[in-house]
């Protein structure tokens, strides 16, 4: 409302659809991605790594557009590490979601499954005890790893379950055996692989972040 020169009150109509628009652009929070290398833009150029792809994405949509995204991924990190970590991430972003990307590099190294198990379930509540919704990110070790490998592979499942937060099951899921996704070392995705990646996260973020009674975009 507005009050003209002469004291009158003049009522300014309500356009329809206009508070609609107003709740789409609101503040919406900060989204922190807590990854190794696979988020990190290891061997890639600033900007072209997936986490980049999915900030340039909330920035480029009406809806979303007020979302911070915090890449707070290192490449080498392990559980333990993203766990000694993440409280002061919390405490220093106060994220209302949280992405956890972690544990390929224990599984790289031979860590015990319990180890990693323990580690990830912390930081899932940890996460949840400062108001944060988790959204967990799974990953899958090479076939020569045996019965390691897939043990490794339930994990993430089982503790999303266990937790009742989404998964995203892998990143690379289809391009995990072709090698035009990957650097030379044959581990790390490059440049092409990253909307891929991104392809494969965003319906689960979307859902994530998503406004109740708000229909996909």
Known sequence: MAVSAFGCLIVQPIRAGSVAASEKTAPMGTLLVLGDSWA????????????????????????YAAIKVINASLSGETTAGGLSRLPALLEKHRPRWLLIALGGNDALRGLPLETTRTQLLAMVKQSKAKAAKVLLIGMR????????GQSFERLFPAIAKEQQIPLIPFLMQGKEFDLSYFQADRIHPNEVAQPHMLEQAWPAIERLVRPAGIEPA
């Open 40 to 63: 990190a833009e290891y061997g890639l150029k600033r900007g072209q790594g997936w986490v980049s792809l999915l900030e340039a994405k909330f920035q480029n949509s009406e809806r």
């Open 141 to 148: 070790m090479p076939p020569n790893y045996g019965s390691y």
